[in-house]
């Protein structure tokens, strides 16, 4: 017999995976469908991964509303789901009278006793390497960096050890209705049943409420350009350093990351859907917002390059809708910055408008919270002894740059969700992430993969459908495409 969910929830970035976790507290049947092959491979992926504080609230929007509401929510992260947001605390930076006015309005905004307006030499205390040509900087030490992967992975570890239910591979064309009460999500692989769906699936979610018949204005996407360097640099930036913002973004800024590497941008460019595809003229534009404000920025220890999409509506504002066709379906469009900080919010706010297009939400007895894999390179001498202790492939580090050992690759390979690309691992325990980015280990990590999931070589993928590692022997591939003489 065809099983019937109470939700369904298209997309498995950060706020679809928010929602099944916050949903996954209540006696519900939950199932998340996903085109891909794994959690966070659209928007959620690439971004700067700030916690944005209240004082970059943006007033009188829904994004504002969903931010505030989502604030609360990290302490219960982190008992909850053992995630620990770095605090790293942010300085916005003024050069003018005018960008002065603006950090004494994030002052009003944010409303902290303990935030504060410095001088160039009092910032300096806190980030020697600033621009001497800036003249006073707003200090919030509330501010917090996460991996955006790790906090999207952990809403979905916590969501499955509750229940919820995760397809992958699953492209959802559009809806039907079944006896007026059930919603039929379609899918090239099957159709499935929901009393309520939510569509947060990203740069589709438009398209999407399109198609069930609902007016919603398109999506432009935009792209941005980040430069990551190396770990050697950990400590050059301490803070979260922000420009005053534009009309259109929040401008390039610097900021470390919760792993130890320092981060710059994004800057802000039109672009098509899918096109994450860096340029010579977009990293340039990186690098000049970066050294405006930390001149001796030291490009020369880049190890990665890479770009994020943002989905944007003609309001700039989230716009969280039901459906008129479909009263029990859910759309979720225009979710950009910051959209990484409001999901516990807007995981909140989806449960309630659920509660009013009926939907019963009955507390389970228990909740099971998720504990977090240690990660080898974050332990001391006597904890790495224990775990080596416990089983001899914490002793066996597969990537050196991170100190990633078998046990952490298998790991994560057997987890849920689990890694079933070479990305899917990168992202989940940063093997392939380091210095050398995958020069040592991608020459061990095939056969490790290839037996712990039982497939062949031709078989890798290393982020997608169609993104095969290797094709074939190399003679034999050599020789099934050569040239008769």
């Known amino acids: 017999m065809k099983k019937i969910y109470d939700v369904i929830i298209i997309g498995g970035g950060v706020v679809g995976c928010a929602i099944a976790w916050f949903l996954s507290r209540f006696n519900l049947e939950i199932l998340l469908l996903e085109r891909e092959l794994d959690v966070c ?3 959620s992926k690439a971004n700067t991964g700030i916690i944005h504080s209240r004082s970059y609230l943006t007033p009188e929007t829904v994004k504002g509303e969903l931010h505030q509401r989502a604030l609360p929510w990290f302490p219960k992260i982190e008992k909850e789901l053992d995630f620990h947001p770095l605090v790293t605390g942010a300085l916005t930076v003024a050069f003018n009278r005018d960008d002065l006015n603006y950090l004494k309005s994030l002052k009003k905004i944010g409303k902290y006793d303990d935030t504060e307006i410095l001088s160039l030499q009092e910032s300096q205390i806190l980030e020697p390497n600033l621009s001497d040509r800036i003249i006073a900087t707003y200090y919030d030490p509330h501010a917090m960096v996460v991996s955006p992967f790790r906090l999207t992975l952990a809403f979905a570890e916590g969501a499955a050890l509750n229940g919820v239910e ?3 591979n699953r492209l959802v064309e559009g809806f039907d209705l079944k006896n007026s009460k059930k919603i039929i999500v379609k899918t090239p692989n099957e159709n499935y049943e929901a009393f309520f769906v939510v569509n947060a699936a990203g740069l589709s979610s438009t398209k999407l409420a399109q198609q069930s018949g609902d007016q919603v204005p398109t999506l432009s996407a935009f792209k941005g350009e980040y430069i990551l360097l190396d770990k050697e640099n950990q400590g050059f930036v301490k803070n979260i350093i922000y420009p005053v913002p534009s009309l259109v973004s929040k401008g390039i800024l610097v900021s470390p990351t919760p792993e130890g590497n320092i981060l710059a941008g994004p800057n802000f460019e039109s672009c098509y859907d899918d096109d994450t595809s860096t340029t010579f003229q977009g990293l340039n534009e990186v690098r000049a917002g970066a050294q405006k404000l930390i001149p001796r920025f030291p490009f020369d220890q880049t190890i990665q390059i890479f770009a994020g999409i943002r989905p944007t509506l003609p309001e700039r504002d989230f716009l969280i809708f039901v459906s008129k066709k479909y009263p029990g379906l859910i759309h979720l469009c225009g979710i950009e910055s910051p959209g990484l900080t409001a999901s516990p919010g807007i995981a909140e706010y989806v449960g309630e408008l659920l509660i009013q297009q009926g939907l019963s939400l009955k507390e389970k007895d228990q909740i099971i919270f998720r504990k977090a894999f240690p990660v080898f ?13 416990q089983n001899p492939d914490w002793g066996h580090i597969v990537c050196r740059c991170e100190e990633v050992t078998l046990a952490e690759v298998k790991y994560a390979l057997n987890m849920n969700p689990p890694a079933r690309t070479m990305d899917g691992l990168k992202r989940r325990i940063r093997v392939t992430a380091g210095r050398c ?18 497939i062949s070589i031709q078989d890798l993928l290393k982020s997608g459908k169609n993104s095969n590692l290797f094709v074939g022997e190399t003679k ?10």
Do not use: Y
């Open 166 to 168: 995760f397809q992958f």
């Open 476 to 485: 034999k591939v050599v020789n099934a495409h050569a040239t008769p003489h």
């Open 377 to 389: 390179h974050d332990c001391d001498w006597k904890k790495r002894e224990d775990l080596i202790a």
């Open 437 to 454: 980015q995958g020069s040592f280990c991608q020459m061990h990590l095939p056969s490790i993969v290839m037996n712990q999931l039982n």
């Open 41 to 43: 491979c659209g928007i």
